[in-house]
């Protein structure tokens, strides 16, 4: 079974940096997209970031030029570079893929269990 695994939350102050990580596993033939949503209580969950197989990325508005994502195919595992960080970043934040685990399989969408990112003021 597929399993997506968060990691690097945490505390940080505000102009402070972090770096998510997210791994996923099991029997995967191919990933299509992975990014990062986040929702924050109250809020509903949004896209905070994406990035296709072929490197193509996409950001919400709120965190263009702060927020860099990437991929390591090699290791299925995707990261979310956090710069310039602002209290209303704060949320917990999903990782999310779009994959398939057969060559003849349509894509399916998974989720990580999410982890919490906390930015003081």
């Known amino acids: 079974q597929v399993q997506l695994v968060e990691s690097g939350g945490g505390l940080v102050q505000a102009g402070g940096s972090l770096r998510l990580s997210c791994a996923a596993s099991g029997s995967i033939f191919r990933i299509d997209f992975m990014g990062w949503y986040r929702q924050a209580p109250g809020k509903q969950r949004e896209l905070v970031a994406r990035?296709?197989?072929?490197?193509?990325?996409n950001y919400a508005d709120s965190v263009k030029g702060r927020f860099t994502i990437s991929r390591d195919n090699a290791k299925n595992t995707v990261y979310l570079q956090m710069n310039s960080l602002k209290p209303e970043d704060t949320a917990v934040y999903y990782c999310?893929?779009?994959?398939?685990?057969?060559?003849?399989?349509?894509?399916?969408?998974?989720w990580g269990q999410g982890t919490q990112v906390t930015v003081s003021s």
């Open positions: 990035i296709s197989s072929g490197g193509t990325t």
């Open positions: 999310n893929a779009d994959l398939s685990t057969g060559r003849f399989r349509g894509a399916i969408n998974y």
